[in-house]
């Protein structure tokens, strides 16, 4: 900044000169400033009708009002500057996508999207948002995807309706998009995310995993996995793409549907029945999904396709000992859940404070 804003008002100004300014204003002296041969007549005049007491008193009144100002200088200096970082850049694919009220068409080529932008594809619209540092998202057409914050360890989107294809080499955590009936929080991957005009969803992983959350909510989609999430629900219990349409039609009905007690647990005999040893994955979820009689059921399937490994007993798993159940986790090859749970943990509380046990 130059300091010529201090003298005469000109040059750039400092924000926090401004608010400083802005707070003092209506202390200003409005009268105006008197011509200085006049002074020895004016001091004077004042000296003859001022009272030591009235001396005293503006004498603190002055101090008052520069430690005042001292008080509100240090205050502005003291708060932390939130940090958005670069806007993501914007490359046209197809048609003419919109940041805002601005197109992006065929001569221009790239946009940027600052935070609390919209970028919109219509039918015939395609585009990628990429930061170096982050990752490439490729927005499909009939979408919109806003940037929500941007900062230097947290950059978070919001997929309002359509589809985005994310591809993350940023550390693991630090890249979240929300949608109206869930959160996905990268773990370091490549993965496809769909919000339909009801606010549903769906979450395919191709690399690596991805946690999916609402409230204390949780599902872990590891790649090859698939995970559907509803409004007012969250998301449901992650299954691989090759199940069988049995398998997944129940899977749909049992986390989705409301049943009566008899029709819940037929549909979890056929998801007990028709389980292969990779569908370790859905029973592992299902054990805190289930109510408690049914957790007994679940326990016994996922023991005989994947033994509990040493350490995890019977009575933790039914007590849903989280410790317990993070080490089966760990033990079927679909991640380590400690590295969620770390970054988990740091996302939730610089929200608003963690949530919940996992689920």
């Known amino acids: ?66 430690l ?12 932390p500057v ?53 990752g490439s998202v490729e ?78 909510h949780e599902s872990f989609i590891p790649a090859g996995a698939v995970c559907a999430t509803r409004p007012k629900i ?3 219990t992650p299954y691989l793409e090759d199940a069988t349409p049995a398998f997944r039609e129940a899977l749909s009905r049992f986390d989705f549907e409301a049943t009566t007690p008899a029709e819940r647990n037929a549909l979890l005999g056929i998801l007990l029945t028709d389980a292969r040893k990779i ?3 859905t029973l592992w979820h299902l054990l805190s999904r289930v109510d408690d009689p049914d957790r007994v059921s679940v326990f016994e399937r996922l023991a005989a396709l994947a033994p509990p490994p040493a350490g995890v007993t019977r009575e933790g798993i039914l007590r849903l000992d989280r410790s317990m159940l993070d080490t089966w986790w760990n033990s079927l090859g679909f991640g380590d859940v400690s590295l969620w749970r770390t970054f988990e943990h740091n996302w939730s509380q610089a929200q608003s404070g963690p949530k919940g046990t996992a689920q």
């Open 68 to 79: 005042i100002a001292a008080t509100i200088y240090f205050y502005l200096r003291s708060k």
């Open 279 to 281: 569908d370790a994955l």
């Open 234 to 236: 969250g998301p449901g």
């Open 139 to 216: 927005v499909d057409a009939g979408s919109r995807v806003r940037l929500v914050s941007n900062g230097p360890v947290r950059k978070r989107l919001s997929l309002e309706r359509g589809t985005i294809h994310a591809t993350i080499w940023a550390p693991p955590g630090e890249f979240v998009v929300d949608t109206p009936s869930a959160t996905a929080v990268d773990l370091g991957c490549i993965y496809t995310l769909h919000v339909d005009d009801s606010g549903a969803g769906l979450l395919r992983t191709r690399v690596g995993w991805v946690g999916f959350k609402l409230n204390g």
């Open 1 to 66: 900044m130059k300091d010529d804003y201090l003298w005469d008002g000109s040059g750039e100004p400092d924000p926090e000169i401004q608010k400083l300014e802005t707070a003092l204003g209506r202390y200003r002296h409005k009268q105006p400033a008197p011509a200085f041969d006049q002074l020895p007549e004016i001091r004077a005049g004042k000296r003859s009708r001022s009272s030591p007491w009235r001396f005293s008193f503006q004498v603190a009144a002055v101090a008052a009002g520069i």
């Open 82 to 134: 939130v940090q958005q970082g670069p806007s993501w850049e914007v490359a046209r694919l197809e048609g003419a996508p919109r940041v805002g009220s601005k197109t992006i068409g065929a001569k221009a080529g790239v946009g940027k999207l600052g935070v609390g932008q919209l970028l919109e594809t219509d039918r015939s619209s395609r585009a990628t948002l990429s930061l170096e540092e982050t």
